[in-house]
C-alpha cells in the first residue's frame, strides 16, 4: 500500500501527463541507407522502450543506437546527439547519473553548434539536464537549467507551449521542496492559468497544480485561496475518476491536513476515513 501511496502521490504532483519531451526521435529525413536504417529503427525502438517505461530494455537499445550513430553519421551530426540525449534521459531514469550527465553536456555542444543557442533541441538538453540534478536534490545546480530552458522555449515555442509549463511546474517544484513558497507560487500560477486556458477548465491536470498551490497558499496562511484550491481540484478529480479513485485520497489527504491545521477537526474527520476507505480498496 505505502508503494501505491507514494506513486500515486507523485504522479499528482507532476500531473498526469507525461512529461514533455519534444522530438525524441529526432528531426531526420527518411533514411537513405542501410545503416541509417538501422540506427533509426534502434532509436524508435529506445524511445519506444522509455514511454513504455521499460528501461533497461531501453538502455540496451539506446546504447547500441549511439554505436551505430557513431560508425555511421560525421562527428557533430544532430543525430548522434538525438541518440546521446535520449540515452541519457534512460540512464538517468534508472538512477545512473554520472553516465547520463557527460552524455547531456556532449548534446548539448552538438545542438548549439549545428542548431543555435535558441533552438527548441538546446533546450530540451537544459531541461534534461535540470532533472538530472534535481533528481539528485542538487537545487543551486538545476535551477539554471529549467530558467534558460523555459528562456528559449518562450521565444521559440510560444508562452502557452507545453514546454513551457513543464519547465513553470518545476522551478515551482525546486522552490517548493526548499520551502520557498512564495517564490513556488507565481511559477504554479502561471502553469495553472496556460493550462486552464489549453486544456480547458475540467482537465485533470488542472486538479494536480490546483492540489500543489492550495498547499503552498495553506503554508503562506492564505487560506481562504487555499480551500477554494482544494475544493475544485476535489470537484474536477470526482468528475473524472468517480469518488474512490486514488488520485482523489491525495487531494481529500492535503484538505483534511489543512482542515487539522487551521483547528477544522470536525471537517477533516471524514475526510481521512475516507481517504483510508480510498486506499484500503486499492490494497485488496
Known sequence: MVTLVNIVKHLCRCGTKTLFILALSGACTLPAYPQENSWKELHDKAASLL??????????AGEEALKVA???FPSGDTRIADSMNL?????RTYGRYTEAEPLFCQALAIY???????????ANVLYALGELFFLQNKYAEAEPFYQQSLSIYEKALGLDHAGVVDALNRLGELYQDQKKYAEAIP??????TIEEKTLGSGHPDLASAMNNLATLYYYQGDNT???SLYKQALEIYEKEYGNDHPFIATVLEKMAEFYEKTGRKDDAKPLTERVKKIYSNYQK
Do not use: C, N, W
Not at 511559477?187 to 495553472?192: D, I, P, Q, S
Open 187 to 192: 511559477f504554479y500560477k502561471r502553469a495553472l
Open 51 to 60: 514511454q513504455k517505461k521499460r528501461y533497461a530494455d531501453g538502455i540496451m
Open 225 to 227: 485561496m487555499a480551500e
Open 112 to 122: 548549439k553548434k549545428s542548431l543555435g543557442a535558441d533552438h527548441p533541441s538546446v
Open 87 to 91: 540515452l541519457g534521459i534512460l540512464y
Open 70 to 72: 557513431k560508425k555511421t
